[in-house]
């Protein structure tokens, strides 16, 4: 099937740019579901999923997870089949998230309504007769939004064995290539030090985590090519834009 990442679009309608108000952004008296502001299924033909993950009214049953303001990237653990995806807050609020079906990232209830939580999970979001499920951010960046964008599991030993299977992802306000190794379950990212909190408040505890930097002009995309190598795509003018190709120190 076809997954496809679409942001709340905000700017769409003139009159409704500031605060556009639907079901899918957690307004339990908003307009309905209208196709923004999820992850949406579709076959190779472009028709629903059966009868859909939160329910058979189109554009609903189109929808395989909700509550997201904007995404650039997502993909498929090649170990599990998990879809993971990378998300935007306006300033800060950046997240890496465990997508599984019916997800709830919480926008816009979690962004604006801070402490709104019984038991860690936010009052007044919309499920969907129960079908739709919360869950928390694997990582939140609560610092200075760094505007992730690619998300990649590389599923080959190129670089080494150490990092077969592992997750990579990128941002275009830094420039920097993160590396995640997961747990056992492959459910969670594994965070140690500073990280450990799931929360980072600075720069300095991305250092761990940074496997390359300096690319120019921010990172775009991430590809696994046929030969098993990582391409990282960086730059977003023509002056700017290149494809590096990642290979092991060994080699």
Known sequence: NVYIPIGNLENVNAEEAAFPVTQTQNFKNGK?????????RVTQDGEPVDDG????????NLYYAYGIRNSYGIDFDPVTGNLWDTENGPDFGDEINLVEPGFNSGYRKVRYDFGNLTDGIPKGLVDFGGKGKYSAPELTWDDRGVGLTALKFLNSSTLGEEYTNDMFVGDVHNGNLYHFDLDEN????????PLADKVVNSKEELDSVILGQGFIGGITDLEVGEDGYLYVVSGISTDQGKVYRL???NN
Do not use: A, M, T, W
């Open 32 to 40: 309905k579901p209208d196709g923004s502001g999820g992850i949406l």
């Open 53 to 60: 993950i939160l329910g058979n009214e189109y554009p609903l």
């Open 186 to 193: 492959r459910s969670q990212i594994i965070l140690d030090g």
């Open 247 to 249: 290979v092991s120190s």
